[in-house]
């Protein structure tokens, strides 16, 4: 899979603060590539430089093949944090306005508009002013605008800051369609359990420095520790814990069951197959719950954040 985009050893100072440092990352085409990272790391900074917001110290920017340029902000569609709709303007008036400023003719924009107007079922907004809208509602009319011209690029910055779980939902699904259709998104959260749900590839940046990237999947496997969670039924849990911990690194689990089981997390070492432990298991207990510990996206950045 080719890159739509590729940052390239980008740094940016602002005054005696380094904001950026040699920060390169690689978003495939058609993809959902989450940026994380905690507050103040860099991620605004370097969406800034994508949206050509911000001009690097140092470093290239290409999009498509080609060097970023001007011409490139019609490739682009950005849902930044601090949402910038004007409150005093009606929705289908301010809608039409800013499709325009993508390009689009009035005509076009009226067209596409309906069909997303409709698609969300906020049709009868049109002559509402912003100002009356709740800001979930708002949050959907500025969605609307950044995908309205189909951009090849889009960048959504905390998309669902605002949503009820209903809303948040119907965008995730959109978003998800989006990448189907062949859009590329930058996808910057601080809400793991959503790049768990929609990214395909992450890269971290922690205090300027970009310390993690990758596919999502191969990073959870670089991640994991070889640890399965179990839960055991046997007439002497004190006596299978003690055999246990003689053979395995052992410690206490906490999941919910149905059953009265022994909970606890086992560490396999020296290569250690799941299934020569389930044979072990199978011979003093029986076997209620076994699930291999697969690191979520939550645990690898504190872990990667903290080590760093």
């Known amino acids: 899979m080719s890159n739509l985009l590729e ?8 005054g005696d603060f380094k904001a950026l440092n040699n920060v390169s ?6 993809s959902i590539f989450g940026l994380l990272g905690p507050n103040g790391a860099g991620k605004t900074t370097l969406i800034r430089v994508i949206n050509q917001i911000t001009m ?14 001007p011409s490139h902000i019609k490739d682009i569609g950005y849902l930044p944090e601090e949402r910038g709709l004007y409150k005093s303007m009606k929705v289908g008036e301010q809608a039409l306005y800013l499709a325009q400023l993508k390009g689009l003719s009035k005509a076009e924009a009226k067209q596409r508009l309906k069909y997303w107007f409709d698609r969300l079922e906020i049709g009868d907004w049109w002559n509402k002013k912003i100002q ?11 969605f609307v605008v950044t995908v309205l011209h189909q951009p090849k690029l889009l960048i959504f910055d905390e998309p669902f800051s605002g949503f009820d779980p209903i809303n948040a939902n119907l965008i995730k699904d959109e978003i998800l369609r989006l990448r189907e259709e062949g859009a590329t998104v930058i996808f910057s959260t601080h809400r793991m359990e959503s790049v768990e ?31 399965f969670e179990v839960g055991l039924e046997a007439e002497n849990k004190s006596a299978l814990k003690s055999s246990l911990t003689e053979k395995f690194t052992v410690s206490e689990a906490s999941f919910k069951s149905l059953n009265d089981d022994l909970k606890l997390n086992i560490k396999l070492e020296n290569g250690g197959s799941a299934q020569d432990l389930i044979s072990f298991l199978n011979q003093r207990a029986h076997i209620n719950h076994f699930v291999e510990v697969i690191p979520s996206a939550n645990d690898i950045f504190i872990q990667t954040v903290q080590n760093n």
Do not use: W
Not at 7 to 14: A, Q, T
Not at 198 to 204: E, F, K, M, R, V
């Open 25 to 30: 990352i690689q978003v495939p085409k058609g």
């Open 56 to 69: 690097p110290d140092s470093g290239t920017v290409h999009l498509d093949g080609d060097s970023l340029n």
């Open 197 to 227: 749900e929609l990214c395909d590839d992450i890269a971290l940046i922690h205090k300027s420095n970009k310390i993690l990237e990758g596919k999502l999947t191969d990073i959870k496997r670089q991640y994991k520790t070889n640890t």
């Open 132 to 142: 009356e809208l709740s800001k979930g509602m708002a949050q959907k009319i500025q």
């Open 7 to 14: 940052v390239h050893e980008v740094s940016k100072n602002f």
